[in-house]
Each structure stands twice: as C-alpha cells, then as structure tokens.
C-alpha cells in the first residue's frame, strides 16, 4: 500500500525559506509521477511542480518558476519541494501526490489524475 508521508512546513517570514520532504513508502516508485500541490483556505487544489522519479524531469507552475524546486532521493524514497523567496501568497496546506507514469491522464496539473496523496503539511508564511 502506498504512503506518502509529508513534512518540514511551518512558519516563515516573507522572503525566507522551507524545504517541504515527501517520505514515500509501499512502491517502487521509478515509474511514478510525484508531484507536489497546495490549498489555501476557500480556494481549489492547485498543481505547484511534479517529477518524473526515473528521469528526472521536472515542471513547474508560473508562479513559483524560480523560487521553488522539486527534487527526489531515490536512496531515502524522498520527494522535496525547496520553497525559496516565499511570498504570504504562498501560504497554503501543501500536499505530496503520485500516480503511476504509464496511466493516460487527462492534465499531469489535475489533481484528479492522482491516485495517491499524502496527508498535507501546512506554509504560513507571514508578511
């Protein structure tokens, strides 16, 4: 069974910095999408950045390209998401997301082509 178990949110200064861990277990994930999303209170889930676990590849939404990156650790089962220059707009419960790389989907940013998700950790980031 697969879990997906997020941490390293908390409270920060605008401007300042958190590295967001995804410690995912019960697969092999090499051919797995890993994602990361967020929520902020009254909106919709909304795609933040994603990884391909084999190769490497990475995408991102617009408004973190160049502040935030996705990484993975193949050795430590580990999904980062490194958040740099953080805005109070960006304060939101971030969830870490897999879904096998082989389904066809019909958006790889539509939480919905998600089969797995973690319980969410929270960013607050104060102006």
């Known amino acids: 069974q697969v879990q997906l178990v997020e941490s390293g949110g908390g409270l920060v200064q605008a401007g300042g910095s958190l590295r967001l861990s995804c410690a995912a277990s019960?697969?092999?994930?090499?051919?797995?999408?890993m994602a990361w999303f967020r929520q902020a209170p009254g909106k919709e889930r909304e795609f933040v950045a994603d990884?391909?676990?084999?190769?490497?590849?990475?995408s991102y939404t617009d408004s973190v390209k160049g502040r935030f990156t996705i990484s993975r650790d193949s050795a430590k089962n580990t999904v980062y998401l490194q958040m740099n220059s953080l805005k109070p707009e960006d304060t939101a419960l971030y969830y870490c997301a897999a879904r096998f790389s082989g389904s066809s989907v019909p958006s790889r940013e539509d939480p919905h082509s998600f089969n797995y998700w973690g319980q969410g950790t929270q960013v607050t980031v104060s102006s």
């Open positions: 019960g697969r092999t994930f090499s051919r797995y999408v």
């Open positions: 990884i391909r676990w084999s190769l490497g590849s990475t």
